[in-house]
Structure formats: C-alpha cells, structure tokens
C-alpha cells in the first residue's frame, strides 16, 4: 500500500512538474511579446524623436516606422501614438500607415472612428490611408461615403479616392461619385469621373479630362493630369495628349505630374 501511494505520488509530482513547466514556457512566450511590443515601441519614438529633430525627413521617418511595423507587427504601436499625438505636422504617423496597407488592416475601426470624429486634418489622413489598404477596407464604405460629401474638399478627394481603391460598387458609392461629377472643387470632379470610370460605370470621362488638359487655368490642368495618372493603364488612349501638353506646358507642377502620369499610364512607375 505503501509502494502505491509512493509511486501515485511521484506521478503526481512528475504531472505537476510538466503542468509547472508549460507555464514557464507560455510566460516566457508572453513576456517576449511584450518585450518585442516595448521595443517596437521604444524604436518608433526614436525615429520620431530624430523626425522632430529634423534630423530624419517625413518620408524617410514613415518608411523606417513601417519597416518597424511590419518586422514586429507593431501596427497597434501606430495607432496608439496617433491618439496620444494631436500634431497636424506629425505626418510621418499617417504615412506609416499608408505604406503598410493591408497589412495594417487592425488599424481601421481607429481610422473610421477618425474619419467620423475628425478633426478635420485627421479624417483626411484617414480617408487617404484607408484607400491604401483596398478592398480589405470595404467596412469603411459607409464613412467614406459621408466624407466624400462633407464640407471639406480636400477630405472629398481623398475620400472619392479611396472608395475608387476599395472597389466598392454599391448604390450609395455611385450615387455619391454622380454627385461629385459636380463638385465645386475641380479636383473632386476629375476623381469622381475617374473613379466611375474605374469601377465601369463612365465611359466618357477620358474626353471630359483630355478636354480640361486644353484648359487655360493650370489648377484645372493639373486636376486633369492627376486623374489620368491616377487611371494608370486605363487612361492610355491619353497618352498623345499629354504629350503635347508636355511640349508647350510652363507651369512646373503640372509638366512634373504630366511627367508621373505618363510614366504611371505605361506601367513605368
């Protein structure tokens, strides 16, 4: 009896060890996430910190905070300096985002909430991100749409973007993108025609752009040249048009987005 109880003893210590010891592994495994989250942490704020400093340029700090993210699947790191940081010039932030794409997909309920709750520098850098990440962001069709007819026009443009770069073709998009047909802002109205052209709903609107090429005001050109870049391959038949607008063009930022458009149209970009 006593042999018994010895040996029920001893596998009882052997079981406790085993259970004792799949603890220690699964603590050792959550303290090394939390270390790798405090050191993505740790890592992003000292690009930031160097970005303040003006010793690292925006776009140079975006990319390492993405190559950051996208090492340690520190996408939640982001999201959480954005809401402690209210500094419209902190772009780099936003940027990171942008870069990330659809891999930062855990990242959109915070971007919808900001697209709906503004400020209004917020919903625009939200709009514009949440294009970058494709059809994975369909959730935010319904508040894209709303910013796509606010009060801001640039929040417009980014929004009338994104729903292009989703793909979403339901009614509400649609009669959303009509509307913007007839913006007040040129750039909206340029983008909503593009988009609809797209998402193959238009099918006068590389006339509508080549058209305001041959404009004589360069904001309402470069609109134009923007949105064919922005159709990439689709808009090739605009190829001889934009290179004669390229021969005559004296506005430098229009020649340089005419210049990007032709080489996005070719598939060189």
Known sequence: ????????????????????????????????????????????????DRADRGELGSDAAAKELAQIAKNTGGTSEIVEALRKDGDP????????????????????????????????????YAAM??????????????????????????????????????????????????????????????????VLLKLGYDNDTLAYLVKRLRESDPEVRNAAVLALGYLGPKASAAIPELGLLLEKEDNVQVKENAEEAVKKISGEF
């Open 1 to 48: 009896m006593t042999n018994a109880v010895s040996q029920s003893s001893s596998v009882l210590t052997g079981l406790q060890r085993l259970v004792i010891a799949g603890f220690v592994v699964l603590a050792g495994a959550a303290m090394a996430g939390c270390r790798r989250g405090g050191d993505a942490g740790a890592r992003m704020r000292a690009v930031a």
């Open 89 to 124: 010039t902190h772009s780099y932030w936003w940027t990171a985002l942008a870069l990330l794409g659809p891999e930062a997909s855990s990242a959109i309920p915070f971007l919808i909430e900001c697209l709906e709750s503004g400020p209004s520098y917020r919903s625009e």
């Open 129 to 194: 991100v949440l294009g970058k990440m494709g059809g994975g962001a369909s959730s935010a069709v319904p508040a894209l749409c709303k910013g796509a007819a606010s009060g801001d026009a640039l929040l417009r443009w980014y929004a009338t973007q994104a729903l292009g770069d989703i793909g979403a073709t339901d009614p509400n998009v649609i009669d959303v993108l009509r509307r913007g047909e007839k913006d007040e802002d040129v750039m909206v109205r340029c983008y909503a025609r593009a």
